[in-house]
């Protein structure tokens, strides 16, 4: 992987990060029931438990770019 991919990467996964600390202090959720999913994981990049989708019944994507492309973004959804 190169060195740019990996910059890449690390920002994507510390937005995911600040999203899922986000939706924890705004639901009031813990770090068990939402927590940030690592790079390359299939599925939602912030993982709900089942009491976590009762609080917070989204599937959350995060998306870290510069460009917007929601056609290719949904279809990874």
């Known amino acids: 992987m190169s060195s740019t991919q990996s910059r890449a990467k690390a920002r994507g996964l510390q937005y995911q ?3 899922t600390e986000r939706i924890r ?3 009031g959720l813990s770090p ?3 927590k940030s999913t690592g790079a390359g994981a ?3 990049d ?3 438990s089942e ?3 009762k609080v917070f019944p ?3 994507e995060c998306k870290n770019t510069k460009t917007t492309s929601i056609g290719a973004w ?3 959804a």
Do not use: E, N, S, W
């Open 46 to 48: 912030v993982q709900l």
């Open 32 to 34: 068990i029931d939402c």
């Open 17 to 19: 990060a600040k999203v």
């Open 74 to 76: 949904l279809k990874q």
């Open 42 to 44: 299939p599925g939602m």
């Open 51 to 53: 009491a976590g989708r």
């Open 58 to 60: 989204y599937a959350v």
């Open 25 to 27: 202090r705004v639901t």
